[in-house]
């Protein structure tokens, strides 16, 4: 039972650059999120998405792009990376967050900018 | 816009001591979750609190949720130094988890 599944582990990329950040779950979960989380801080929501087909901007999407072709798959794209989106990424699904379930998580990416 | 703050910040506690960790948020949920994260790893979910009044325990942990005063505890009796982690609450709004800054625990023996 894999859970959900982000690629890669660490990335340095130059300013500029773009990538990609992948994220796949296998639960059959609608909902899918990214955080970012700075150094000794809490987690802020980039994007969501509440089913295949449908995102929504969270509190700080600026750099950011999404997509949700399928229910399995959610990936986060940036366009010319900055110094600021140095971070660790998350990725996490959840079935519902009206049901006594919680959101489960990725094991993270981290996203050095230089 | 639902602000979640989390005191204390940062708690250093011997072994054997108990102690609580805050959580109080700004705007009406009915939902709230607690995380643990280790240095470099993911969130584990400890506890799922659905409802005023909800108290979930787990070994030396115990999470309890007063929706009306808006404020959620996560209670430690005689820490052991396994439990040192940063621990997260986060509150559910419109389907999206709203984090505190999280509080870091340290247990020294």
């Known amino acids: 039972n894999a859970g959900v599944t982000q690629t890669p582990k660490f990335r340095i990329l130059k300013i500029g650059q773009s990538m990609t950040l992948q994220c796949a779950q296998d639960m059959n979960h609608n909902y899918m999120y990214w955080y970012r989380q700075d150094p000794g801080m809490g987690l802020k929501l980039i994007y969501y998405s509440v089913g295949a087909g449908i995102t929504d901007k969270g509190e700080v999407p600026n750099g950011y792009n999404v997509s949700r072709s399928t229910t399995e798959d959610f990936p986060l794209r940036l366009e010319l990376a900055a110094p600021s989106q140095t971070s660790v990424y998350f990725c996490?699904?959840?079935?519902?967050?009206?049901?006594?379930?919680?959101?489960?998580f990725g094991q993270g990416t981290r996203l050095t900018v230089v | 816009e639902l602000k979640v703050e989390q005191n204390p910040l940062f708690l250093s506690m011997q072994e054997g001591k108990n102690y609580t960790i805050y959580c109080n948020y700004s705007?009406?949920?009915?939902?709230l979750y607690w995380y643990r994260q280790d240095p470099g790893k993911s969130l584990e979910s400890l506890f799922v609190l659905l409802s005023n009044g909800a108290v979930k325990q787990e070994g030396r942990l115990m999470a309890s949720l007063d929706t009306k005063a808006r404020l959620s505890t996560l209670h430690i009796t005689a820490a052991v130094h396994d439990l040192s982690a940063t621990y997260f609450c986060a509150v559910e709004r419109a389907q999206k988890l709203v984090f505190g800054q999280g509080t870091r625990l340290t247990i020294n023996p």
């Open positions: 996490a699904s959840s079935y519902s967050l009206n049901t006594n379930t919680e959101a489960f």
């Open positions: 705007t009406t949920s009915d939902r």
